[in-house]
């Protein structure tokens, strides 16, 4: 997969990440943070050699916590390769009742994520626009026909081993009842604040923080 990026360096390199600075490598830092950018990223830093170890600043992204140590990366225009990375489209649905937001409990059916706390979630299968894959996981996963939409946020990245999730977050607002299906096991109806109490899949608190 790709990443976007700042290049403050166009030269390009490439490598296996480390975060030992006396190993040979991209050294992964976020000691770069405060660039030119216009805002708050972090920084990945390619090492480089001028008489003794010196490591010069290359290019910045703010998805940082997405590489790991041991990935290969690739520097090429304004995006970083992880070619070991695999990508998945997905949706995160929230939804909206009363000033709560829609918790759900995710089965031991499901294929990942056993009994973590989600939100109506659902892969974006072909040419499908994210919105529609929304509406229809809502109508499948909690039974609510016509929820109000109310605002899309920004994609968020989350890894998990050597897969990353691009969600798409939305924000829906309903006064309907919810019938679960068997993707789910329980729901809550939760203020914001209290979604840190809960053991939920990856990333879904920034994911609610794009849309709210």
Not at 8 to 26: F, H, K, Q
Not at 115 to 134: C, H, K, N
Not at 146 to 173: M, T, W
Request: proline share 4%; glycine share 8%; charged share 25%.
């Amino acid at each position: 997969m790709k990443i976007d990026a700042f290049f403050l360096n166009p030269a390009y390199c490439e490598g296996r990440i480390t975060a030992d600075v006396n190993a040979a490598g991209i050294l992964l830092t976020t000691e770069f943070a405060a660039q030119k950018t216009g805002k708050e990223i972090l920084g990945v830093i390619a090492r480089k050699f001028s008489g003794h170890v010196q490591p010069v600043p290359v290019a910045l992204t703010e998805y940082l916590d997405i590489l790991g140590e041991g990935d290969t990366v690739k520097f090429t225009g304004q995006q970083i390769e992880v070619p070991e990375l695999e990508c998945s489209h997905v949706v995160s649905a929230f939804i909206r009742k009363q000033g709560k937001i829609l918790l759900l409990k995710r089965s031991d059916s499901v294929g990942t994520f056993r009994g973590m706390w989600a939100t109506v979630s659902g892969y974006i299968e072909g040419d499908e626009t994210p919105l529609f894959r929304a509406r229809k996981e809502i109508l499948e996963e909690i039974g609510i026909k016509r929820p109000k939409f109310l605002k899309a946020g920004r994609i968020v990245l989350a890894r998990s081993g050597n897969r990353v999730f691009a969600v798409h977050p939305f924000l829906f607002e309903t006064d309907g009842e919810i019938s679960l299906d068997w993707e789910h096991t329980e729901y809550r109806w939760i203020a914001v604040e209290e979604i840190n109490h809960y053991n939920t899949v990856p990333k879904l608190t920034e994911a609610l923080l794009k849309v709210i």
